[in-house]
């Protein structure tokens, strides 16, 4: 009886030892998950705004940009020569299309972090010691500091 006794306390202590780490890593990965959605949420419409800007630039610059008047040798006009905008057009047109990718990505981290906390949270065995003082053992509180074993089944009733 003593060693079925034994063999079950030390289960018991294996599995909520893993479901502890278990518990901690999944929120640990939620919190991770969150702090990347926060990030891509405030960033992806940063970028969005600078790749519209910098778009929006190269297309006016393009329509209604400085040309400089070309002339022969003679001093005869021959046309205008205007400096073409594309780079600052595609450059724009991806960071636009970056931005808003970032801010749609966003969606899927904060749907993971929210799964892997409501995974986290669900039933789990937990254990602890603490040092509880048992009056009137060995002759005095101040002296005597007993270790207690406690093993709690924790089940979540709400959200």
């Given at each position: ?21 278990s518990y ?24 969005a705004a ?75 065995l937990k ?33």
């Amino acid at each position: 009886m003593k060693t079925l006794l034994s063999i079950l306390t030390l289960l018991s202590i294996t599995t909520s030892l893993f479901a502890q780490d278990s518990y901690d890593e999944l929120m640990s990965k939620s919190r991770r998950a969150r702090t990347t959605s926060t990030i891509f949420v405030a960033a992806g419409p940063v970028i969005a705004a600078g790749g519209i800007g910098t778009l929006i630039y190269g297309l006016v610059e393009n329509e209604l940009g400085d040309s400089v008047p070309i002339y022969d040798q003679n001093g005869n006009f021959i046309r205008y020569d205007t400096k073409q905008h594309t780079t600052e057009i595609v450059v724009g047109a991806a960071a636009a299309l970056t931005g808003i990718a970032l801010a749609l990505t966003s969606i899927h981290f904060s749907n993971k972090a929210s799964d892997l906390k409501r995974e986290a949270r669900k039933m789990k065995l937990k254990t602890s010691s603490d040092r509880i003082s048992i009056p009137g053992l060995q002759n005095g509180l101040a002296n005597n500091r007993t270790r207690q074993f406690k093993l709690s089944l924790v089940i979540p009733l709400g959200n």
